[in-house]
């Protein structure tokens, strides 16, 4: 007997709740068991809050200036505790469904991922009254602390027909099944891209936009260095907030211009502060939606960092002889952090073959000395992000250590160094290398009790790497300055105040060093026609970014069908990471560090015209060296990691 409409809708309706409760998308079974948690930040996590976190503890859910936080804190100040409990208070509250907690790179996203799953698991301890906890990043995503791939039955094996424990398995793993769900996860711990991914116009931005909507979307580590991801930064914002989102910023080097910008997204009418008034503002603190700003007082001790000068941007190998390996004959931890995987590679390179270096310091990963970038498949890379924590986290044993990388090893990492050599950067930047360096109380050597960074810069004034059209030369660009870093007004000023204030007291004078490299006036006090023309440049650039991003964000006030999925959407996908290559070898491989690869993640400027037979031919293997092929390109990989054949 055939079904009537009238049936299938009750059906249907009875069956739905079901599905959504299934797939974690109806939430509100898990209230309750939250709510047993506790009513206070002490209660929920055992500890006294500190001064950050006590205030964001008294932030009322009902408050209508609370559905945007901007909380403005050094490193170890509690951001992420704050975070976590204030979600905590909005779900209980009924204000939001899930989580997505983004950060600016996978090694973040997955340093943070276990401390999360913790938190949720002490908070929802009978595993079958818990959230999927889901860490969303492509290639290396888990459920629960489990990869994807061991937890997920194969559709075509499972009984999906039957009401058996794999497929009630398959339900519950939805959301992490594949990258376009991630979002759908009831707490979720990612990177910024997949956010970012819900307002441009590339597929399946409809379907992240509506699970997103239902989330606390917490950005960790803000800052203003690269214009067009801050665009597009306020236009998921601009949106989230208008269908009644809940965000919250965390940031230790926020500038007043990048916090106004987020600010005036829901009080229009927020005016700048001058150069003088912004360096007066107090920190930390946290910002609210209406503009209002509530002071607190810094979690931890004061920080004295000697910023120490040297000429050697063009050179960085000096540093080998006259500073790594004094450092690490007297027993110190180095951390040396480049701002290229090319410069970093070969710092490496020319450390592992000077004869002042012994083999014993350089960092090890599985019995292989090695850099630490990007640039690695993505078991080695979690192998390298433990290995690390292992060797310089805070509970790692002393003795010396080099560590050289890029700016993967700048956020999030809980590491300690008792040296930092670095690239010049700009200041919030340079700050968040900084929280490195001398981040835990521990022994120091001797000679290295006092934190010093040495910052490495070029031999000749800025000025000189700009052409009279205002553009950066080559040679400027290779080491990171007005590639990396486009604005190099910033960079400038950056080396202006640590020339002007060579020591610093972190976290009192964060809010100088900042302003003084990133406010509008001082950017435009640099005189001189290549300045002059650089600002044009910067500021026309600076135009065209804000006009591509909104040219390719979503309009969500259109009809679907009207919606065309453009090309420079498809574009952006790719600066986001989106369509990395990540592809199949032809074979399996042993990896340098012991881990079988099936798989290779090729970098979008790496990776062939067109794609044709869509995998990885490995033509070579051995002694920890594999040669690849795919199209008409050809690379290395080893302990060196990906690397172009030309």
């Known amino acids: 007997e055939r079904a009537t409409a009238e049936d299938r809708l009750a059906r249907d309706l009875k069956a739905a709740p079901e599905l959504l409760r299934s797939v974690g998308l109806d939430a509100k079974p898990l209230r309750p068991i939250l709510m047993n ?190 214009l067009y991801m801050s665009r597009l930064l306020r236009s998921l914002l601009a949106h989230h907030l208008g269908v009644g989102g809940y965000a919250m910023l965390l940031s230790a080097t926020l500038g007043s211009r990048a916090l106004n910008e987020y600010v005036q997204l829901t009080e229009p009418g927020s005016v700048l502060p001058d150069l003088q008034t912004a360096t007066r503002a107090p920190y930390p603190s946290l910002t609210l939606s209406g503009g209002r700003t509530l002071a607190t007082s810094s979690a931890r001790r004061t920080k004295q960092v000697h910023f120490d000068i040297r000429e050697w941007a063009f050179s960085p190998e000096q540093a080998i002889d006259q500073v790594l390996a004094p450092a690490l004959q007297a027993g110190a931890r180095v951390l040396v952090v480049m701002n290229t995987v090319a410069r970093a590679v070969n710092m490496f390179r020319a450390a592992e073959n ?39 986290g805070k509970h790692s044993p002393p003795g010396p250590v080099l560590l050289i990388g890029t700016q993967t090893l700048e956020q999030s990492l809980d590491i300690d160094a008792d040296l930092l050599v670095t690239d010049l950067a700009p200041s919030d930047v340079l700050l968040q290398r900084v929280g490195r360096l001398h981040r835990h ?82 950017l435009d006090s640099l005189l001189g026609e290549r300045w002059t023309e650089h600002r044009n440049l910067i500021c026309g650039q600076g135009l065209a970014k804000a006009i591509a991003a909104d040219t390719i964000t979503n309009m969500f006030d259109r009809y679907f069908g009207q919606i065309e999925f453009v090309e420079a959407g498809r574009a952006v996908a790719t600066r986001l990471g989106a369509d990395q290559l990540h592809l199949p070898l032809n074979r399996q491989v042993t990896s340098p560090f012991g881990k ?30 594999i040669i690849l092929r795919c199209e008409e390109r050809r690379y290395q990989y080893s302990k060196y990691g990906l690397e172009e054949i030309s």
């Open 354 to 392: 000077s004869s002042a270096i012994d083999d014993a310091w350089l960092f090890e990963c599985r019995g292989r000395a090695c850099a630490h970038h990007g640039r690695f498949a993505p078991e080695d890379r979690a192998v390298l992000d433990a290995t690390v924590s292992a060797r310089l």
């Open 37 to 226: 948690a506790g009513d206070g930040f002490q209660s929920r996590f055992g500890l006294s809050p500190l001064p950050l976190q006590e205030i964001a503890d008294r932030l009322d859910p009902d408050d209508p200036d609370t559905d945007l936080v901007i909380a403005e804190s050094e490193t170890g100040s509690g951001k992420t505790e704050a975070a976590l409990n204030w979600f905590c208070k909005l779900f209980v509250a009924g204000k939001v469904d899930s989580m997505y907690f983004a950060l600016p790179t996978r090694v973040a996203a997955r340093e943070l991922y276990e401390r999360i799953s913790n938190t949720i698991r002490s908070w929802f301890p009978d595993p079958n009254c818990r959230p999927v906890t889901l860490l969303a990043v492509p290639g290396y995503a888990q459920i629960d602390g489990h990869p994807v791939e061991r937890l997920i039955p194969d559709a075509e094996t499972a009984n999906l027909w039957q009401d058996d424990q794999e497929v009630r398995s398959l339900e519950r793993h939805w959301a992490g099944a594949m990258p376009k769900r991630f979002l759908a996860a009831t707490v979720a711990v990612g990177t910024i891209d997949q956010a970012l991914l819900s307002v441009v116009q590339t597929a399946h931005a409809h379907l992240r936009s509506v699970c997103l909507d239902r989330s606390l979307l917490v950005v960790d580590e803000v800052h203003a260095s690269d």
């Open 596 to 625: 079988t690869l099936a798989h290779m993640v090729i970098p979008g400027h790496m990776a062939p015209c067109e794609l044709k037979d869509g995998f990885i031919t490995v033509e070579e293997e051995g002694g920890g060296v």
């Open 441 to 522: 109380d521990r022994a120091r050597p001797l000679g290295y009790d006092s934190a010093c960074c040495i910052v490495l810069v070029a031999d000749r004034d800025l000025e000189t790497a700009l052409t009279g059209r205002g553009e950066v030369s080559g040679d400027f660009k290779r080491i990171g300055y007005g590639s990396v870093y486009e604005d190099l007004r910033s960079l400038e000023l950056t080396y202006r105040v640590l020339r002007e204030k060579p020591t610093a007291l972190i976290p009192e004078d964060n809010r100088l060093l900042v302003e003084r490299a990133t406010h509008p006036e001082a």
